[in-house]
């Protein structure tokens, strides 16, 4: 596999130190990616996993695992939020853990057709499911008036400039349409300026996180799983921005009764992990238990 595009599962020791696998239990593996977690759950246990990923690009790399562990493996395309049907689907009325790695995979973001990254040239996308979802970041970035496009850089990004970046937009596009990644780097560029981030970086995570309603597919997700987790089962996620953690953190919170929180703070990768892979340095991973 390209390198570029190969993976790198965040912090998969102590996910799997948390876990705990243990033999015949059931776990589900709602990110599933290129399928780091379970590969590395698998080849520790003889345990059995539903995997989950809405990107169909992900089903290549599970026909791999299916054909090393086809006994103990299931793979569904589908939204995480579907949890419900999907167990059903498959026969299962509980389970003994929950998986979310909630980082754009490197599938996704080093593919330029896929429009999310800043650093490659490509049409302004950004759906993870190209098939289902019609929103894709060109038709907000062309469409969209400067009020809205101002708040969903705001509320979804955090984007301090979002106002000045939104004015930017309105303007260059009375000339022309906004059709790829750089140009739309470019108009970021003349409003931001930043040392240890790339001036896009809010902007696209906004633009993500709004088309593919991602906060909201965790939020029901998360309460979904209060249904199906046995005793002593185990949450775990690991989230990438502060928008994604402040769900989980107060979803955690708001349901003491029935979790006990593992993570007093949340969990960073060491300094050889963020080293080898620069992209897990904002990774923040929190747990929770069943009581």
Do not use: W
């Not at 690009?57 to 026909?63: G, I, L, Q, S």
């Not at 955090?158 to 106002?163: F, H, L, Q, T």
């Amino acid at each position: 596999m390209c390198s570029k595009l190969k993976h790198h599962p965040v912090m998969v020791d102590e996910v799997l130190s948390y876990l705990a696998p243990d033999k015949s239990k059931t776990y589900v593996d709602c990110t599933f990616g290129q399928g780091g977690y379970c590969r590395k759950i698998l080849e520790n246990t003889e345990c059995n996993i539903i995997a989950i990923d809405r990107d169909k690009d992900a089903k290549k790399y599970a026909e791999l695992l299916k054909k090393k562990y086809p006994k103990n493996f299931i793979f569904n395309i589908n939204n995480f939020s579907r949890l419900d049907y999907v167990l059903k689907k498959n026969d299962i009325k509980k389970i003994d853990g929950l998986i979310f790695d909630l980082g754009i995979s490197n599938t996704q973001l080093n593919n330029p057709d896929r429009g999310f990254s800043f650093s490659n040239n490509g049409p302004l996308d950004m759906r993870m499911d190209v098939e289902s979802l019609n929103l894709t970041a060109k038709k907000i970035i062309n469409e969209f008036d400067q009020h809205n496009l101002s708040d969903i850089f705001y509320y979804y990004g955090e984007e301090r400039n979002s106002k000045k970046i939104a004015k930017k937009i309105i303007e260059f596009r009375k000339k022309k349409k906004i059709s790829t990644t750089f140009e739309l780097v470019e108009l970021i560029k003349k409003v931001n300026s930043y040392k240890k981030k790339h001036p896009a970086t809010r902007v696209f995570q906004a633009l993500r996180i709004y088309i593919n309603d991602e906060l909201n597919e965790l939020d029901i997700t998360l309460k979904k799983s209060l249904l199906f987790l046995k005793k002593r089962g185990k949450i775990i996620t690991v989230a990438f921005h502060s928008l994604e953690d402040k769900v989980i953190k107060n979803f955690f919170l708001r349901n003491k009764e029935f979790l006990k929180i593992l993570t007093k703070k949340p969990i960073i990768p060491n300094e050889t992990e963020i080293k080898i892979n620069p992209r897990s340095r904002s990774a923040r991973m929190r747990v929770a238990e069943i009581l």
